[in-house]
């Protein structure tokens, strides 16, 4: 798999297998935050990244950087 979709399940962790767009904002900023926004080897860092704009609208008071 090259690229990770919105209805993509989600593949680890608390949400797993829940589609990624049911997955909550909140949680993708945790494991942002947990050291995922430096794995360069990381499907769902790169779905993150993708879907910053939209993720930072729905958890506005998340830091992303």
Partial sequence: MS???????????????????DVPAEYFHWLWQQGLKRR???LVA???KE????LKKEYPDGIWT
Avoid: H, V
Wanted: no cysteine; hydrophobic share 30%.
């Fill in 40 to 42: 360069r080897d990381s």
């Fill in 51 to 54: 879907n910053l704009e939209a």
């Fill in 3 to 21: 690229k990770l979709t919105d209805l993509d399940p989600m593949p680890f962790g608390k949400y797993a297998g829940k589609p990624l767009q």
């Fill in 46 to 48: 790169d779905y993150i």
